[in-house]
Every structure is written in C-alpha cells, then in structure tokens.
C-alpha cells in the first residue's frame, strides 16, 4: 500500500483535520499522480454535512484535482512520469453498460465510482478524494492538462466547468440565446464564461449585489439583483436558459418566470431539500426543468482542450490548507470570488 498524507472529516459534525491513510499499489492500467492543487466545491461541503446522504467517514473531499504523474502501470499507454495529470468526480464505472458505452460514464446504470465517499468496484474500499498529497487513478479516468494554463487555476474545470460545459453543449446554447446564470459562485462563474464563449447573450442572476462589476469582468452582459423586486419583474419572460446553480433552497416559481415559452431551466444545483414546482409555472409556456450531473471523460477531456485554446481558466483564490474551515464558512455565505483553490504544498 501507498501511505498517503490527507486531510479528513472524522465524522458528520468534525472539522477537517490531519489524517493518514493508505492508497493501492499503482496496477497496470494505474497512473499515480502527486498532487498540486485541488479545488473546493460546494459538493465537498454539502457531503462532510451529509446533506445529501449519510457519508462514508473519515472522509477525505477534493474533486478538482490536478498535479504531476509519478508513476505508471505497465499497460499504462497515454501518460508518462512528469505529465500534468487531472481527475474530476469520478475514478471508475463498470465500463460496459449502455451509458458507459455512450461515453457517459457519470450516469453508469450501475453507478459510478465517485473519487471520494464513494466505494470502489469491490464494493468495501471507501475512495478518498483530493485533499491529500498523491492518488491512484486508472487510466480511463486521469485527463491530460495543458501546460498553456495556469495549473492552480485549471483544477477547478475538473467538476466547476465540466458541470457548466455539458449541459451549455447539450442544450447547444449559443449565439442568439439569451442566457441566465442563476448563482455567482464556483459554477456559475463557469457558467458565464463558457455561456459567452459560446456566444449567448449572458445575464447573471445573482443575490448579491456586490458581485456585479465582477459579473461584467467575466464577461456577461446584464446582472440581475434577484432580491429586487421591481428587477425581477423588468426580467420577466426574457430567458431562452436559466442555468441554476444555486446550492440552497430557492423559489423555482419564481425563476421559471423568468423564462420564456419554449425555455429550458438546466439544474446542476444540488440543494439537500427538494424543490416545490406549481404545474402553472410550467405549462403557462410550455416550460421545461433539466438537470445535468458533471460530465462524461470523453467529454471533460473536450473541455479542457477548449479551455486550453480559448485561455478558460476559473479565477480563484489559493488558501493554505489549514484554512479550509474558514472558506466553507465563506463558501456558505456565497462569499467565493469565485473559487477557492488549496495549495496542497501547505499540506
Ligand atoms: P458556490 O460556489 O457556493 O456557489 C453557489 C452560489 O449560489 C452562491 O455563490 C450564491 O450566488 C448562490 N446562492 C447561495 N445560496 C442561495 C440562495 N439561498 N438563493 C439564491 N442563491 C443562492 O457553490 P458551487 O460549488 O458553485 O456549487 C453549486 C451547487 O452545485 C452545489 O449545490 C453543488 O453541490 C452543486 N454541484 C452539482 C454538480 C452536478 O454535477 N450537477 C457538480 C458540482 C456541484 P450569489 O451570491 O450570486 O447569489
Ligand atoms: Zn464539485
């Protein structure tokens, strides 16, 4: 086994804090990569909380992780020592089922093995994610990373703009759509930049008012004040796509007004309670509500090509990893600008 240096929640009510563990040996269609940076999404904090479902302690978060390969398997034919390396959300899938086929890999019917509070193949190995120093991932699932970026600030693309890119792509948003980004943090500021890569007319739907000269300097064209009335009725009827990234409870009825007949509300949100949605909202339009988890491999790799051409990065902001409990404090707040990256030399 592999010692392996981390930062873990004991349990559902812990802080992180030191832990060690141990990883498997590198097999031989394993690659083994140090880490450098890993990002911290909102995902990681509901999960520690067991917002979503009772976890699987100690856990060890991190989902956005990039860093240098250091070891190969022998079957290993795409990466080599020394080569950026990436992993998102997932480290495994069973691999032959229709989805897994199809190259969506995050909708396995069997279920995908998610990077961490998830368990492996076997069924009894808990995963730990990226807050830790080196991990071992099978080749199918590692991403090559441009050298052309910002390293630190590429770990974020790994679930933060995959998770933005897909469902843009999907729903082939683009030039003459009128684009909502529900939320200003770690997603949503992905969300604009990729919405006005890809030629959208972007507005930033947002509850804090300070954002908003932000919210221009990524890009977008109008910025919402959703706790101003009188701006959420000028807004009424305008939006092709609404991308509602919020990860707290919120009034779908009232975004969906938002819409436009024929409009499509895409949700990678993942608030822990479940939303109330009047039929009136929907069929007064002939409206549509979507989600879309992450993203398959194929297409990650895809994005972080086009992020290498067109110079996408996430803006961050790189904290020790001793300060983890104060940026989820933050994060909570919606006080990301816009998303908190750890420097996992701190660790
Ligand atoms: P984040 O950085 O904390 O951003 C969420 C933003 O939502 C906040 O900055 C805030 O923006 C807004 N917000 C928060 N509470 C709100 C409320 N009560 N009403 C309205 N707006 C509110 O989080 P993130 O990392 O981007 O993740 C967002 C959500 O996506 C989380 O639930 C996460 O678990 C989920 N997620 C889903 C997937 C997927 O595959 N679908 C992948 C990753 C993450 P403003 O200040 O602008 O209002
Ligand atoms: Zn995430």
Known sequence: MIPVKGYAAQTNKSDLAPWNFDRREVGPHDVQFDILFCGVCHSDLHQIKDDW??????????????????KVGDHVKNFKVGDLAGTGCMVDSCGHCDNCKHDLEQYCLEGCTYTYNGMERDGSSPTYGGYSNTIVVKEEFVLHISDKLDLAATAPLLCAGITTYSPLRHWKVGKGHKLAVLGLGGLGHMGVKFGV???????????????????????????????????????????????????????????????????????????????????????????????????????????????????????????????????YERMEKGDVRYRFVIDMATL
Do not use: W
């Not at 549509?288 to 194929?298: D, L, N, Y």
């Open 53 to 70: 479902f009772p976890g699987i302690f100690p856990m060890v978060p991190g989902h956005e992780i990039v860093g240098r390969v250091i």
């Open 197 to 327: 890569a890809f030629g959208a007319e972007v507005t930033v739907l947002s509850t804090s008012p300070k954002k908003e000269a932000d919210a221009k300097k990524l890009g977008a064209h109008n910025f919402v004040v959703t706790t101003d009335p009188e701006q959420i009725k000028a807004a009424q009827g305008t939006f092709d796509f609404i991308l509602d990234t919020v990860s707290a409870e919120h009034d779908f009825n009232m975004y969906l007004s938002l819409l436009k007949t024929d409009g499509t509300m895409m949700c990678v949100g993942a608030p822990s309670k479940p939303a109330e949605i009047s039929a009136f909202s929907l069929l007064a339009g002939r409206k549509s509500v979507a989600g879309s988890g992450i993203g398959g491999i194929k297409e990650t790799q895809e994005m972080l090509d086009f992020c290498a051409e067109n110079n996408i990065v996430s803006d961050i902001e790189m904290i020790d990893i001793k300060d983890i409990s104060r940026a």
